[in-house]
């Protein structure tokens, strides 16, 4: 069994000397990042950010004709995607395409394990947009790229584990250590990319099932059910009767025992915002 704290010195080491770079944001996606913060910007303004990423604005336009989004007309400027879509849900389909770009590995296994990470990400990201749906006080897009970073922390871990074999030859070790290490680390990254508070909490927290939210319930709350709605949701013999004693669900008025993917219409919803991300 490796020793979490001498790894996780190890990899800070690396970091600090610059021997494992952690991701960093593209130009572009700084400066939509900056834009959608101005309230000034305009939805041409930031087309013309986008314009300049062919990828970028592929995957804007794709969106904004997906089940979830289209409206009566179907969209083929980027302006017109920018205004259906709203600038917050543009803001997180760049850090989407951006960290898909990340989650990749030249060994097998680990980029097996990128893939696993990236596809629960993803579904977590979509249960985190039906949960904010009915926190009025909460912004839904902002809840699904909540949901769709809270892990980030796992990236640098992944590729650290390249150069320890012991950890690429045993699955549940090299779980264990995410789930001890990857919390500091995302929030690291969070703080390096200048995110809000409000997120960079997240990848801190979303591991505590103690976690109390100051106030009403907060992006935390939000991707803390939902990672547990996952769960649910993969293992239907899962047993929720602890979970009653979980603060977060009661900030978010959700009862334990339901799995919200059975309500009719969420999992459409949730299988929408799933094929949006992971086609």
Known sequence: ??????FLETLNEAIDKNRLTLPTL??????????????????????????????????????????LYR?????????????RLGVRLVRSLVVSLIMQ?????????????FRQVWEESVQIAAISRVLASNADHLDKEQAMLAGLIHNIGAL????????????????Q????IIDVISPQVGQRILEMWDFPPSLIKVPANFLNL?????????????VLVARLESLMNADHTT???????????????????????????????????EVMFLS
């Open 1 to 6: 069994m490796i020793d979490e704290n001498q």
């Open 26 to 67: 593209p130009e572009v996606a700084l400066k939509v990042r900056d834009a959608v913060e101005n309230e000034q910007s305009s939805a041409n303004q930031i087309a013309e950010i986008i314009a300049s990423d062919a990828a970028l604005s592929a995957r804007l336009l794709q969106v904004a004709n997906s089940p």
């Open 71 to 83: 409206g009566r007309v179907a969209i083929d400027n980027l302006q017109m995607a920018v205004a």
């Open 101 to 113: 770009q990340i989650f990749q590995a030249t060994n097998d296994l680990l980029d097996a394990k």
């Open 156 to 171: 640098p871990v992944l590729a650290m584990a390249e150069s320890h074999e012991e950890l690429l030859q045993d699955p």
């Open 173 to 176: 070790e090299l779980d264990r």
């Open 210 to 222: 103690e976690y109390v939210s100051e106030g009403d319930a907060d992006y935390v709350d939000i």
């Open 239 to 273: 047993d929720t009767t602890a979970w009653s004693q979980i603060p977060s669900f009661a900030k978010l008025g959700v009862e334990p025992e339901i799995n919200i993917i059975e309500i009719e219409g969420v999992a459409d919803d949730i299988q929408d915002i």
